[in-house]
């Protein structure tokens, strides 16, 4: 359930390896993009290069030979727009049903429940919004990040015109007047995101983006060769970042936060809940802006809204927000001063980024499925709790043979399960245990 990037990957991978037949339920108009490729603006890279975005673990450069078959000129190292890997992955797609026809149905429409079939002959039986019903021995989750919280002060209360609580909901970005002055709830990935759409949308207002420490993600810097670590670094939170630092000075942070990318699940898994718990709270922010970095086409855009005084950045919190006839005035408390100010502002945008949890979510077939106790909130209600086969975890702490979970949601499992060089393992893996292929020597069949 779930057609966008892990969703449709995985049902790609079963059909690559000969798995059971499979149904893609989507409720977009297209499968095979979801919320990263789809609703991309054509401003909006990719970040990560070319020769990272292959779409199998067992093809590295997939990607980059299909730009080639295209003549797209876009060199392996490109930071690529994302619009053109929704493409790529809508490619593949249609390339791999076309090569086994009647293996896989895509079916458009919403989920919205599932009947687990523990107990009762384990069929498990789906149900779409418009009453259809979907039987299979099991179902995989693909449901992506849920849409971010209301940042506090923030409701459905207000106007949709001077509120817009997604921003990737038609509308949030358009509508508005050169002489309005935006405010961006958020400073990261997101605020990015929706900062070049206004401006690609024409918007030449101001743009004032809030954040509690009002961090800015870093971009990418050239590649330079060096000799990574070869073992997992220590545990213990304060000697990881001590390590870390070190590494730092010797091979550059850009270098010691990626040479960390392959033991980062380890890390996590290794880690007791304190842990975890301890990183959320105090590191998470820091390893965002390090971690996930942006294209340096995209940081030059956004450094030349910055110069030019369109966007304004601010390390406050936000207290309330009071709608008036087409003006929101939202109180805030800048970091670090004792008072608080008011900022009016014509539109009001929330990009504090994707949730995971579960409790607070309002996605039908996610609460039916809470509600019925077949899956439950990780430890750190950071997404859906699953076991290192994705499994998820019934509410009784036992793992369901039938019911997977799969993308970002499972981060609480693994943390770095949100980019595609995670997912691609994620699903490639699990396609290959439903299809018996996991003891096959070898990366490829
Ligand atoms: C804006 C953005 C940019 C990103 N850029 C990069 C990048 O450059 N490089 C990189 O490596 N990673 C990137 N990522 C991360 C990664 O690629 C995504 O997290 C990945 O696309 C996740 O795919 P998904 O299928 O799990 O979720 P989604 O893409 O959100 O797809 C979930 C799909 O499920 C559907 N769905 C949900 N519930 C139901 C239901 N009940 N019934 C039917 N359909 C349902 C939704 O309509 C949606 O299409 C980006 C992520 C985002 C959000």
Known sequence: ???????????????????????????????????????????????????????????????????????????????????????????????????????????????????????????????????????????????????????????????????????????ATSGLKDSDTVLLLGTGLTMVDTALRLAENGFGGRMVALSRRGLLPHRHGAQEAFAPIEERPELAPSRLVRSVRERAAAVGWRNAVDELRRFTQDIWRASDQRARRRFLRHLRPWWDIHRHRLAPIVAERIAGLMDSGRLVLMAA?????????????????????????????????????????????????????????AIRPDPLAIGIDVDAQSRTIAADGVANERLYAIGPMTRGASWEIVAVPDIRQQVWALARRMSNAHWVGGEGL
């Open 317 to 373: 919190s936000t207290l309330d927000a009071e709608a008036s006839d087409a003006a929101l005035a939202v109180r805030y408390k800048p970091r670090g001063e004792p008072d608080e100010r008011t900022i009016s502002v014509r539109r009001a945008i929330n990009c504090t980024g994707p949730q995971g949890n579960l409790a607070a979510t309002t996605d039908p077939l996610l609460r039916q499925l809470t509600a019925a106790g």
């Open 1 to 171: 359930m779930g057609g966008g990037f892990s969703g449709a990957l995985q049902a790609i991978n079963l059909l690559r390896h000969d798995g059971p037949r499979a149904t893609l339920i989507e409720r977009r108009p297209r499968a095979g993009e979801g919320l990263a490729y789809g609703d991309a603006a054509a401003s909006h890279l990719l970040n990560v290069r070319a020769l990272g975005m292959n779409a199998f673990p067992d093809d590295p450069e997939g990607f980059v030979h299909w730009l080639e078959e295209r003549g797209l000129g876009f060199r392996p190292d490109a930071f690529v727009p994302r619009l053109i890997y929704g493409d790529y992955l809508r490619d593949l797609l249609a390339r791999e049903m076309a090569a086994q026809p009647g293996r896989l149905t895509l079916l458009r429409g919403e989920a919205i429940s599932l009947e687990n079939g523990r107990g009762r002959g384990g069929e498990v039986a789906i149900t779409l919004g418009d009453g259809r019903q979907v039987r299979a021995d099991l179902a995989i989750l693909a449901v992506g990040n849920l849409p971010p919280h209301h940042p506090r002060g923030f409701g459905d209360h207000l106007p949709s015109d001077l509120y817009a609580p997604d921003p990737w909901e038609e509308g």
